[in-house]
């Protein structure tokens, strides 16, 4: 595996600016998630480093060697595609074993069928392996997919929503499948994604991008907790992150304070709290309640202890633990006080 630096790289399509002078680090054998809503520019990013499109500026570094000019062939990468892209007519174990049969690697058929079943074991495909690509499930053809890919140890892994396809149960296991893979193999992985769990529970770190800027780039709890702008707050939690104008909330603030933000795990109910406000709806979640609340026109979500509000209470007063309260100025930009 190697580092993967890219370098203010830049690209347009026509009139729109897909990725625009992005610079991040990829270290060796790390996990990082370029998380963004769809048209960010993550997929171009991913395509600039396999080579699939060229830049119009910038340079992009694998293992220190600049690759910005080379084919896709001698980056030496492996894509994982949100569709499938098998073989249908191959069986498992062909798909599987089709990269390592490259004249490239020299590999004996002794070494390809044991990288083969190594991998097959460890996605646990091993008894579908005589099985045609089309007589899979859904779940079963992203295995294999990730495996066509294990099997290359390739420079860098760059994996584009491979998950987003597959039913909320099987995401939630190939995603703890993925991450442990992974570290089993210390692979330096770039994934992209629009789900704010996959970005928390997989990364190392997690690049926020829009507009094909990276926003901010850090450790997932330094995204959730220390947030550079409303726009990456946002990104992280569910429910999302409250954000009211601050005149709202009875607090002394400066003058370019324009906007307060609070996690909803943040609100407390308290009768001496200084905030009143009318209960719109209550959700029962077992463990926990969501609570949303209006406050003059604007909405507050809080999680909170089932039975800590009653449903027969309209109005009710919260109080917001202030040492959780982040600040934003007119531009949504981050103000420490």
Known sequence: MSEVRVENISKAFQETKAVSNLSFTVKDGEFIVLLGPTGAGKTTTLRLIAGLEQTDEGRIFIGNE?????????????????????????????????????????????????????????????????????????????????????????????????LSSLDAKLREE?????????????????????????????ADRIGIINEGTLIQIDPPEKIYNDPNSIYVATKLGSPKINVLPSRLLNLQLPPKVKYAAFRPESVVVDHKGTLDVHIETIQNLGVEEIVSMSLMGETIRGVVKPGSISRSNGDVRIAVREEDMLFFDEQSQRVYL
Request: proline share 5%.
């Open 66 to 162: 600049d690759v910005t000019q080379f084919q896709p062939a001698q980056r030496d990468v492996a894509f994982v595609f949100q569709q499938y892209s098998l073989y249908p007519n191959y069986t498992v174990y062909n798909n599987l074993a089709f990269p390592l049969r490259s004249p490239l690697r020299s590999l004996s058929k002794k070494q390809i069928d044991k990288t083969v079943r190594d991998i097959a074991k460890t996605l646990h495909i091993e008894d579908k392996l005589s099985n045609k690509a089309t007589h899979l499930s859904g779940g079963e053809m992203q295995r294999v997919a990730i495996g066509r890919a294990l099997v290359r140890k390739p420079n860098i892994f760059l994996m584009d929503e491979p």
């Open 174 to 202: 190939l995603r703890l499948e993925l991450k442990n893979i992974q570290v089993q193999l210390g692979a330096t992985l770039l994934f992209v994604t629009h789900d704010h769990v996959e970005a928390t529970t997989m």
